[in-house]
């Protein structure tokens, strides 16, 4: 059977909580392989010490990772390169690309740059024209192959932000190429990110990138059954190893 390759991939921007562990202990457990990638584009709210503690956290819970760990801070070029996707929309049926100030932009398919934001935005109505409908294969949370057509796309998600002024590109197109970089056969994430995965799905159809299977895991709440944030601290697992918690406690915890 082929490698199975699977990657935690947590932003430094907070401690981690028991969600983090949660995510990271199913991902590890479903690649034959287990890749990290620290997800620091969003520079200002990224700090060294919330990256160090993801690292000493993952080896307390007993973690380890192939090398090297890939840090998107570290990844420009890639985005730049991959993520123009006028160039991926360029196709014949499109029309002839019109020259401006800021490069080609394509009629009818890439609304181009807003004056308003600086962002790049993808046009979802004619992105699902030239693909028709994009599907997934789903292994955890309704397990079986999840299908969007143009209609879905366009009501309940629309057009994407590709490129933010501030960083240059945006979540989705860095978890895409990083994705098919670290050559991922399947990623786990929380179910929350389910929206978030067929905007995934459409951009490495456009991008010509292979989709691998995915599977959204449950997520752990709080006492009160609200779903765990970065701001809650109290959920630490540094906080909880300055307690005495083991990892085992720590698994227990989130039902493993
Ligand atoms: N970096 C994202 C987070 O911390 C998750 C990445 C993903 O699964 O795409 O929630």
Not at 131 to 138: D, K, N, Q, T, Y
């Amino acid at each position: 059977m082929a490698e199975r390759v699977t990657r935690f991939a947590p932003s430094p921007t907070g401690p981690l909580h028991l969600g983090h562990a949660y995510a990271a202990l199913v991902a590890a457990s479903r690649g034959d392989r287990f890749l990290l990638r620290i997800e620091d584009i969003d520079r200002p709210r990224c700090t060294p010490e919330f990256e160090a503690g993801i690292y000493e956290d993952l080896e307390w819970l007993g973690l380890t990772w192939a090398e090297p760990v890939l840090r998107q801070s570290t990844r420009a070029e890639a985005y730049a390169a991959r993520g123009d996707i006028k160039a991926a929309l360029s196709a014949p049926q499109e029309g002839a690309p019109m020259i401006g100030p800021d490069g080609p932009v394509y009629p009818g398919t890439c609304r181009g740059r807003e004056h308003d934001t600086g962002a790049l935005r993808l046009n979802m109505g004619a992105a699902m024209a030239r693909l028709g409908a994009v599907s997934f294969v789903e292994t955890g949370v309704d397990a079986g192959t999840h299908r969007f057509d143009a209609t879905q796309l366009i009501e309940t998600v629309g057009d994407i932000v590709l490129a933010r002024r501030d960083i240059g590109t945006s979540y989705h197109i860095a978890v895409v190429v990083d994705d098919a970089a670290q050559g991922i056969t399947e990623v786990t994430r929380g179910r929350d990110l389910f929206a978030a995965t067929a905007i995934h799905v459409v951009l490495q159809q456009l991008l010509g990138l292979p989709t691998p299977a995915y599977h959204h895991h449950r997520l752990i709440r709080d006492n009160q059954g609200k779903r765990l944030a970065k701001r809650d601290d109290a959920r630490a697992l540094s906080k909880y190893r300055a307690e005495g918690a083991t990892p085992a406690d720590i698994r227990r915890m989130v039902g493993l």
